[in-house]
């Protein structure tokens, strides 16, 4: 069966550690996406990025980078430079405008 | 940005019971979804409904673009139903989707 997979599922960094987070599709999806979720919040889209090696800013992206050098892929790295970066992860992939989005199953993020 | 209202922002439910989610936005919105996320956070895609109705067993969604507001209707909750409601629109001409708070929904058995 087609669809997205995150992992891993939880994750701890220390201080001042860069980690990435992998986002994988099989459903040959052009459009993929990282959000970032707070608890008792909405989404808050970090990147995005629309085809393969071309990827946006999204409105909250300082402190994270992204990659697609697969259309398959794009991990994201939290680098050191995100201040709070404890947090869930999610990851969508969608075929295109008027297509829905799907969602990975997320990464739970903690700083230790 | 189209500022986006859900209401009511918590609901519970006893089991069997019918409920309506809403979403008003303040200007006209493209491509409105609904996605439900379980407890354990994984969002689950409803519908996709720019405009008109669209039901899927015991949902069923409405878009009045004109009128700027999306209805979610759940028939015979059931306690898997739990869980945060999201709606979300493409923000302007772009990609990129924009959700709403959300609303918190509770099934009790």
């Known amino acids: 069966d087609g669809g997205i997979t995150q992992s891993p599922k939880y994750l701890f960094r220390k201080e001042g550690q860069n980690v990435t987070l992998s986002c994988e599709q099989n459903l040959n999806h052009d459009a993929m996406y990282w959000y970032r979720q707070d608890p008792g919040q909405g989404l808050r889209l970090i990147y995005y990025s629309q085809i393969v090696n071309d990827f946006q800013k999204g409105d909250i992206a300082e402190g994270y980078s992204v990659s697609r050098e697969k259309k398959e892929s794009f991990p994201l790295t939290v680098t050191s430079a995100q201040k709070n970066p404890t947090a869930f992860y999610l990851c969508a992939s969608t075929k295109g405008p008027g297509y829905g989005y799907t969602f990975g199953s997320g990464t739970r993020l903690t700083v230790v | ?109």
């Open chain 2, 1 to 109: 940005g189209i500022q986006v209202e859900q209401s009511p922002p918590d609901l519970i439910l006893q089991e069997g019971a019918n409920s309506t989610l809403r979403c008003n936005f303040s200007d006209s919105v493209n491509n409105l979804q609904w996605f439900h996320q379980n407890p354990w956070g994984q969002l689950i895609n409803l519908f996709y409904i720019p405009s008109g109705t669209k039901q899927n067993g015991r949902l069923s969604a409405t878009t009045v673009a004109t009128e700027r507001y999306s209805l979610l209707y759940i028939s015979s909750s059931q306690t898997t139903d739990s869980g945060v409601y999201f709606c979300a629109h493409h923000q302007g001409g772009s990609e990129k989707l924009v959700f709403g708070k959300g609303m918190k929904l509770t099934v009790n058995p």
